[in-house]
């Protein structure tokens, strides 16, 4: 199975938390107002990559604490990407794999189905980054978001509460003491 990619980072540090192997997939229905990367809008217009490929490049990666999917929109390639997601959990248990989407968490939840695979690609992430970018409620505060209506959610424990749960970066409460 390939992926239609825009572009790869590798060793990302502004993509989620730690060091990540960011995925920028081509195509994204949502064109927002002020989006930093318009040149991923247009369908099919990427370069095809297969997974093989990507796993030999993570692979070769001792760095990485995850992998992030990013665009573009990646929910339109979801079914290519839970194939990845099953790939990477086998091959690499430790990384943690996250989507951002211009979707809304409830917007996949109401519109997925058996051909869309929007469900069956939520259910194999650990984070999800949702919302379109509101380039009003634009913001260099916000860590790993572009606008302040955009949600990190940690996905697992959202779906097993029923309700949106906001992911805690353990990151942001290591208390650094000066000697
Ligand atoms: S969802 Fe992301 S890639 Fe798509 S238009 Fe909005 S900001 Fe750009």
Redesign the pocket.
Known sequence: MKLNIAGIQNDSIVDGPGIRYAIFVQG?????E?????E??EFGTGRDVTLDEIIEKIKQDPLLDGVTY????PFTQAKALCELTDRIRAEFPKLTVMS???FTLEQLLERGNAENCFTELLKRLDYLVDG??ILAQKSYELKFK?SANQRFLDVQRTLKEGKPVLYQDDWDNIEIKLV
Do not use: A, K, L, Q
């Open positions: 994204c229905p949502h064109h927002c002020g989006c930093h990367n318009p991923t809008w990013s665009g573009g929109e951002y989407t211009g379109p970018f572009g």
